[in-house]
């Protein structure tokens, strides 16, 4: 009778996840450091769906570059989808709402999924789904992840990566068709959604896989169902996949946290400082004694409950070791460390299972609610502290938002300002983290600070390193950004810059604007250009991916155009193509006659575009005329068999 709480576990656990998050439900935006750049990020590429495209330039931050090229489109795609089921009523703060809570209430369905396919009893499927929300993993999945460090895309990711390893285990000893595609369609979902995670699911797999054929020979076509499902997945996430393997040069500096030594990490799990709140690893060791002891007996689902969360935390500790400047490596354990932590609870899962289908209650609805006792008993009461995490983004303070307007007003279109990090002072003047991120989706204008600096090769953190220089170099560097101004947080930090280079030209409330004056000679910060040579130049035009200005230089040049090189972008000079090069630093760079010139510059998908697109409309195609051929084939044969029947 238990067994109903396999069905009844997951559904109760998403209305905990959901109540949870009750303090950020309102008008605001919901909390977290990076909500209001992604918030630009989703606007921008709704935009660009609406236009019939997957893909374009992101002016907004640094230098631009390719919105989706590093970091896939899945999630502004469920944002877009959210909409299109609101008839539009849903504006896009709203959808990104929407997408951050329901995102936190599928995770315990699909760890319901993945530990069924493990081996987990039904009532344990249930038990697993609601102490999933014992972890929370301010770099992964959790409430901390979302509403600290907004990292919405990974939350989405995780119950697509519990989908795709239950699925391949599904297939191991069970491979129907049914698994093959559902294993492909995830992890095509989880390629285009968050790419680390998919780092995190093969490493998941390199334990999870010799564990589970050591527990039970898999079948012969085992095989065969594991590749087609890879290859659905890579073929449907094919319009993302190839443009990024062709151009994955362009990827820039990557930001990320640092990991702590091993035994650092160990005792920050075990005193429930980090993922878990205290007391809750003790009561998982205890619980794995219970694994323990059906692996003697050779269940499944205690090598994989035991095996798979160890042998992650290990194998990424070595890999970081073994190659401690890569980009995926230096990022899995803190990343990732949730998700194994989840698989961990699942012991204790199968434990109070096995306690809830010995209570002899007289009737079925006794027996499961006290499943359901139990399980809440055990979890709310230990994560319902967690629920302060959860809140709407501040308004920002009455100076901030007067900051907004004014640089709406004084930086032109297409120009771009910054603001001189000073965190975390900054966060007494403007009341919120990241002020350069607010302003930029308040003002509406483009910001040389960066976001994502591992998506361009182009100059990054403009505004983490002005006050390290003397005040006419900075100057000069950022009117090569086309920096027409910076934006000071106090009052010190804007003494320090007044100078001949920095002129003041609004102050309120703490917060200043100054003006970048560029060198003698050299065109104007606004229009983009910067010269070896004395000239002028202008911005006459200027969106996403056209821009277009004159130019006057005393002779021949090579000129800058702060925009951060991409193969995608075309250059016209005087109404004729010319070849751009890419600067020391990654800006676009062409060379300029004297005289009076017009440039044009505009960006344009490219080949691996093309051939990703014509790649995953294949695939799908593919797949379409697949399950047309078997329902018509069991059609067939069902109408043969009852033919068989009638004489």
């Known amino acids: 009778m238990a067994d109903a709480f396999g069905w009844i576990g997951p559904i109760l656990a998403a209305i905990i996840a959901v109540d949870l998050t009750r ?70 703060a709203g959808g990104y709402k929407l997408l951050a809570i329901t995102s936190l209430a599928l995770l315990p369905l699909a760890v319901s999924w993945l530990a069924r396919s493990m081996g987990l009893s039904r009532c344990g499927a249930g038990m697993a789904a609601i102490f999933s929300l014992l972890v929370s993993n301010p770099f992964g999945v959790g409430l901390h992840g979302v509403f600290q460090n907004s990292l919405i895309a990974q939350q989405v990711a995780a119950s697509l990566v519990f989908i795709v390893l239950g699925g391949v285990l599904r297939l191991l000893f069970d491979p129907r068709p049914r698994w093959t595609v559902v294993t492909g369609v995830a992890l095509a979902a989880l390629m285009v959604t968050h790419m680390i995670s998919t780092v995190i699911l093969g490493l998941l797999l390199l334990v999870a896989l010799p564990t589970a054929v050591m527990m039970k020979r898999p079948r012969l ?21 190839i443009p990024l393997l062709a151009h994955r040069d362009l990827r820039g500096t990557v930001a ?24 809750v690893a003790q009561v998982l060791a205890a619980a794995s004694l219970y694994a323990l002891f ?28 073994r190659y401690p400047h890569n980009d995926f490596m230096i990022q899995i354990e803190n990343r990732g460390i949730g998700m194994a932590a989840i698989i961990a609870t699942f012991p204790l899962a199968e434990l109070c299972a096995h306690v809830a289908t010995r209570l002899r209650s007289p009737t079925r609805p006794l027996t499961i609610a006290a499943a359901c006792g139990l399980a809440v008993g055990l979890v709310l009461p230990t994560i319902q502290p967690w629920a302060a995490v959860a809140q709407q983004m501040p308004p920002g303070t009455p100076a901030l938002q007067a900051a907004a ?41 483009w910001t040389a600070n960066s976001f994502n600096p591992e998506s361009s090769s182009g100059p990054a953190f403009a505004g983490d390193f002005i006050m390290d220089r003397p005040q006419q170099e900075a100057a000069r560097d950022l009117a090569r950004l086309g920096v027409v101004v910076v934006v000071a947080t106090s009052p ?30 050299q065109p104007s910060p606004s229009s983009l250009v910067a010269t070896k040579v004395p000239a002028t130049a202008t911005l006459e035009r200027a969106t996403a991916e056209h821009l277009s200005m004159s130019v006057q ?41 004297a005289g009076a010139s017009r440039l044009a510059l505009d960006y344009s998908s490219d080949i ?34 009852g033919d068989g029947r009638s004489q």
């Open 492 to 521: 010190e930090t804007s003494r320090r810059l007044e100078s001949p280079s920095f002129r003041p030209v609004w102050t309120s409330g703490g917060i200043s604007i100054l003006d970048v004056v560029a060198p003698e000679g």
């Open 256 to 279: 990320t946290w640092g990991t702590p030594p091993l035994p650092d990490r160990l005792r920050e799990l075990w005193q429930g400082t980090f993922v878990f709140r205290p007391h």
């Open 405 to 445: 307007v004014e640089l709406r007003r004084i930086v032109p279109i297409g120009a771009r300002w910054v603001q001189v990090r000073d965190f975390p002072n900054e966060l007494a003047s403007t009341g919120v983290v990241h002020p350069d991120f607010w302003l930029a989706h308040r003002s509406g204008r």
């Open 553 to 593: 230089s005393t002779e021949r040049t090579t000129a800058t155009v702060a925009v951060a090189w991409s193969p995608k972008w075309q250059a016209r000079l005087n109404g004729r193509p010319v070849p751009l090069d890419r600067s020391f630093d990654g800006i676009v760079q062409v060379e300029l006659p």
């Open 294 to 321: 059906h692996l003697t007996r050779q269940r499944r689902w205690a090598a994989l409950a035991l095996m798979v969360p160890t042998g992650y935390v290990l194998l990424s500790r070595a890999l970081l070791h």
């Open 608 to 641: 691996w575009d093309r051939l990703g697109l014509l790649v995953s409309l294949a695939t799908a195609a593919t797949l379409i005329e697949t399950a047309r051929r078997r329902r018509r084939r069991r059609v067939a044969d069902d109408t043969v068999a």
């Open 23 to 92: 303090l950020a439900w309102g008008k605001r935006a919901p909390a977290g450091q990076d909500t209001m750049a992604l918030l630009i990020r989703t606007e921008h590429g709704l935009g660009l769906f609406a236009d019939g495209r997957l893909d374009g330039w992101l002016p907004n931050f640094a230098l631009g570059y390719q919105e989706f090229l590093f970091y896939g489109p899945g999630q502004t795609m469920l944002i877009g989808l959210g909409r299109i089921a609101s008839l539009g009523m849903l504006s896009s």
């Open 221 to 241: 076509t085992a095989l065969t169902g594991l590749l087609d499902a890879g290859f659905i997945g890579a073929g449907l996430a094919a319009f993302w996949l």
